[in-house]
């Protein structure tokens, strides 16, 4: 509802010079990792995170910190948003579900990244909290409630989240230092513990090996929240929760939801899980609860619609009701049929109607459809296009789909794969889950893939490229949409193939169109035409980018010395003694941990015995190996570990455990250790050396092949009027003010004509131009045009370098570096730890300030660097590294003071003065 005055107020805040968060957002979108929506959403966090200082939406309303005003003009009469604008306290509340702790909604199409985004979270959290650690604003730890009790839905999740890489971000060495913070854990054991009658719930133990609690930073808990947060909860008539119990299944229930509310500075991240509202209501009653403790930070919703399946009402007095279509605490919406024109696979929708349509004719339509347009298609990752056929039930899978597919279709039987979770009749072949779960790997050749009840939900295939529907029941009613546009996640296709205008493929029936059709209306305001029908966006307006290198008679390179950290690796053992190591992997040592029993009332600890065991992810041999070897970057081949398979299956064997005919890994064990152990095992032992060396380049500061049209934002520099002016005064071969003096002396006469009529205001009011500061200066800046701006603080500097009476008297240049693209002018940086060198990544400085001793020759450099005050901390290695060691090394290599460095914070009063001491200082001494 209120996401679009969100979106305009948090764009006014980016551009202001207070936004503190404008280091990050450059920095991320100069890293182009994630998708626009991903970005913006996070820009909308960390405005409603340190802009709105983390309060509920009702109160940022309430405060006006919403502009009012200037957003009501554009609301039509009437408008929900309107109303709720101008309503009292206890209707604004009421809206936002009475809740007094800040509760956030984003909502992304399935495809768009939720989970990254999740992850990206927590590392900002992370980052400001241990910048701040006292700062409520910001969450230390995290819980994720995942939408589906199945585990197959939530290790996914969590591996997500595990494995994202936090420098796409954030900088080095913060995202390293960050992962290594991070300590995961998943709630998901169901049964009690026997001959105890105190601690009854095993995931409490898992909570309880973190302590002390209090002292907690980096935990990420993930549970799902209907099997597990809201099992045997049980809420009064006014849907208050009841915690006293003499139950014993309750009592543990209730104790695990005790321990998660005595995590400090915690996060709650809920993942579609308001799907039915009963749930909703009692998860809504735990988080209360939980906030009532002083331990929640925020809580963050995800979503793929911000709109309600039915209108709520909410009463405004005594004879008016509002009602309201979405989800009132929306911040974030980014629309499924945006996404399809921006970044998703484009589907081309087949139905096929009629009375005597069956289904192995919609079969038939559909992989014949398939085979003809994606038949050979391989992305650029390696994996082959699929095709799922949801069946709804498994005799009509086995007895009829498959058959049909084999016979008539002529479908060679490596190519299908029949998963589901059999039945008396028709068990499922060992080696279908772990060929399921390496669909999305360039190993698997299967292009059909036959499902009964799964692929759902939690399923994440960038390689499936069709889905076929074909009956009534072949996935619920209610799950249509989820269901027929798994298909759509992003997929690249490899450099210089020709890309269809459609790229996926949904085949359904009468009855799943018109399902298709409905929840595409109620959820996302399309129709299955208008996804059937999406093109990709137009592009948006651009500004054409041009060097002046050559009309300021600049070097295309400038020299400088680096150092370069060189490592050499040699061999410590002549071959890889395979055997002998994975032998000693057969002696790894349990993790045993402590079972106790817990009095929560005298906080007191009993030890009852130690656990050996913990069920992890079901998992076959076959697909343990393909782990190993694709954690390897295929530096193992699935042939190199087969040739150990005897050894191999020791090992499997003895860290694993066995439960109603399947295999579960035994998580008391280190498995990742373990795993890594198995591949160091093929290679020979190495060991490193470390030299460091000076080396002198000539680097390129324009990459002028990389100056590419931009698209036309408030933070280009000059603006296109003052452009249009610099580019006609050279091509005239004219100085800006010689350019403006014929068009001044035409109105000169006019003004003088005028004035002689008596018409004196008139002739005042002609428009005599004069040249702006950016088109006086256009000889001492703009070595390209235009520039584009992070933000307004480096506009500012810019501004001020060139008002500098020094800079003018001693005709200095200034020219701003900091699009990383587009220069190699940057200096890879160290860190001193102990006696060796740590790389702690590469700098590309924001401004060169220069001074020449010739035409072209450049004589001095003064590196510029600026700074907002919530990067300032991650910076602070780098700077060390240029005010010391780079300075040193270039100029005593130069034999003069060849470099220096300056650093600007916007929120140093003095910067300014500090700017003018160091140009001074620097190039007149």
């Known amino acids: ?105 984003f909502s992304l199409p399935m495809g768009a990244g939720k989970t990254f985004l999740m992850a990206s979270f927590m590392y900002l959290d992370l980052y400001f909290a241990q910048n701040e650690p006292q700062n409520p604003v910001f969450a230390h730890n995290f819980i994720v409630l995942a939408p589906s009790g199945l585990k197959s839905s939530i290790v996914p999740s969590l591996r997500t989240i595990e494995h994202f890489d936090p420098t796409w971000v954030l900088p080095e060495p913060s995202a390293s230092q960050l992962k290594r913070l991070l300590k995961f854990e998943v709630l998901d054991l ?22 002390p609690l209090a002292d907690q930073m980096g935990l990420v808990l993930v549970a799902n929240a209907e099997k597990v947060i809201l099992d045997k ?22 104790e695990l939801r005790h321990w998660i509310g005595n995590i400090p500075n915690l996060a709650i991240l809920i993942d579609e899980v308001h799907h039915a509202a009963t749930d909703d209501i009692k998860l809504r009653q735990v988080v209360n609860y939980w906030h009532s403790k002083g331990t929640v930070t925020n809580v963050l919703g995800f979503s793929g619609t911000p709109y309600l399946a039915k209108p709520e009402k909410i009463d405004l007095n005594e004879k008016n009701t509002l009602k309201i279509t979405q989800i009132t605490n929306t911040v974030f919406y980014y629309p499924l049929l945006k996404a399809v024109q921006s970044f998703l696979k484009k589907p081309l929708v087949k139905v096929e109607k009629g009375e005597k349509v069956q289904t192995l004719d919609i079969i038939r339509t559909g992989v ?39 016979s008539e279709m002529q479908i060679k039987p490596e190519e299908i794969l029949k998963y589901h979770q059999g039945n008396k009749k028709y068990t499922i072949r060992k080696e279908a889950q772990s060929e399921f779960l390496a669909l999305d790997t360039p190993f698997s050749t299967k292009k059909v893939i036959l499902l009964v009840q799964i692929g759902k939900e939690g399923w994440d295939c960038r390689s499936l490229t069709g889905v076929i529907l074909s009956q009534k029941g072949d996935c619920p009613t209610n799950m249509v949409l989820q269901t027929a546009c798994r298909c759509l996640r992003q997929n690249l296709y ?86 002998p190591k994975l032998k000693a992997l057969q002696g790894v040592e349990l993790q045993e941990i402590q079972t106790l029993d817990r009095d929560l009332e005298n906080s007191k600890d009993k030890l009852r015995g130690y656990r050996s ?38 090992i499997f064997k003895k860290i694993t455990l066995h439960e109603n005919g399947q295999t579960f890994l035994n998580e008391r064990y280190p498995i990742g250790e373990i795993q890594a152990g198995i591949r160091k095992a093929f ?62 002396a035409t109105l000169e006469t006019v003004r003088k004509q005028l004035i002689e009529q008596g018409l004196e205001d008139m002739a005042n009011a002609l428009p005599f131009q004069k040249p702006t500061l950016f088109e006086k200066n256009k000889d001492k800046t703009f070595h390209f045009l235009p520039y584009s701006f992070d933000s307004k603080f480096e506009m500012a500097f810019l501004e001020n370098v060139l008002q500098d009476r020094d800079f003018q008297e001693l005709q200095l240049e200034v020219y701003f570096n900091g699009e990383r693209h587009i220069t190699d002018f940057k200096i890879t940086c160290y860190q001193k730890n102990k006696n060796s060198w740590q790389k702690i990544g590469e700098y590309c400085p924001d401004f060169l300030i220069i001074q020449r001793n010739s035409q072209t020759e450049i004589h001095k450099i003064l590196i510029a660097e600026t700074k907002g005050e919530g990067f300032a901390e991650n910076f602070k290695s780098k700077r060390n590294f240029m005010e010391t060691e780079f300075l040193r090394i270039n100029n005593e290599k130069f034999g003069y003071n060849r470099f220096d460095f300056l650093y600007v914070q916007d929120n140093d009063p003095n910067w300014v003065a500090n700017l003018n001491r160091k140009i001074k200082s620097f190039f007149v001494a």
């Open 190 to 211: 169901s049964k009690s513990a026997s001959k105890s009658n105190r601690t009854k719930n095993p995931n409490v133990h898992k909570i309880a090996n973190f302590q």
């Open 368 to 406: 014949k459809a398939f085979y003809e347009q994606f038949g050979k298609t391989i992305y650029a990752d390696g994996t082959c296009a699929k095709l799922a056929i949801y069946c709804s039930h498994i005799e009509k899978l086995e007895e009829i789909v498959y058959p049909f597919l084999l």
């Open 683 to 744: 290679y020979q032992k190495r060991s490193l050396s470390e030299r460091a060396e000076l080396i002198k380049e000539s680097v390129e500061w324009l990459l002028v092949q990389n100056l590419k049209p931009i698209e036309i934002y408030e933070r280009l520099l000059p603006t296109e009027k003052e452009e249009n002016h610099i580019r006609t005064a050279e091509m005239q071969q004219k100085t800006v003010s010689e350019f403006f003096e014929g068009g001044n």
């Open 613 to 650: 065991e913990e069920k992890g992810e079901s998992i076959s041999f076959d697909y343990w190996l393909l782990q190993i070897s694709k954690e390897s970057f295929s530096g193992v081949s699935m042939a190199d570990l087969r040739k150990h398979t005897e050894l191999l299956q020791l």
């Open 1 to 105: 509802m209120f996401q679009e005055i969100i979106q305009k107020r948090k764009n006014e805040w980016l551009a202001s010079a207070s936004s503190s968060v404008t280091d990050t957002i450059r920095y991320i979108r100069q890293k182009k990792a994630l998708r626009e929506p991903q970005i913006e959403a996070i820009e909308t966090y960390l405005f409603l995170k340190i802009g709105g200082q983390n309060r509920p939406i009702w109160e940022l309303i309430e405060s006006g910190f919403l502009d009012k005003k200037l957003d009501l003009q554009k609301l039509k009469a009437n408008d929900p948003v309107e109303i709720l604008l101008k309503a009292d306290r206890e209707v604004l509340k009421k809206a936002f579900y009475g809740v007094d702790y800040t509760d956030y909604l």
């Open 233 to 254: 909860v049980r809420v009064d008539k006014n849907w208050k929760l009841i915690e006293e119990t003499q139950d014993e299944k309750e009592k543990a229930a209730n």
């Open 494 to 579: 490899p450099e210089g193939t020709k890309i269809p205008e459609k790229t996926a493929l949904i085949c359904l029936n009468e009855d799943n169109e018109k399902s298709l059709d409905k929840q595409l209306k109620d959820e996302q305001q399309i129709s299955l035409a208008e996804l059937g029908n999406a093109k990709s966006t137009e592009a948006k307006p651009t500004r054409p980018r041009q060097s002046r290198m050559d009309y300021l008679e600049l070097p295309a390179k400038i020299d400088l010395w680096k150092m370069e950290v060189k490592y050499e690796t040699y061999f410590t053992e002549n071959e890889p003694n395979t055997i």
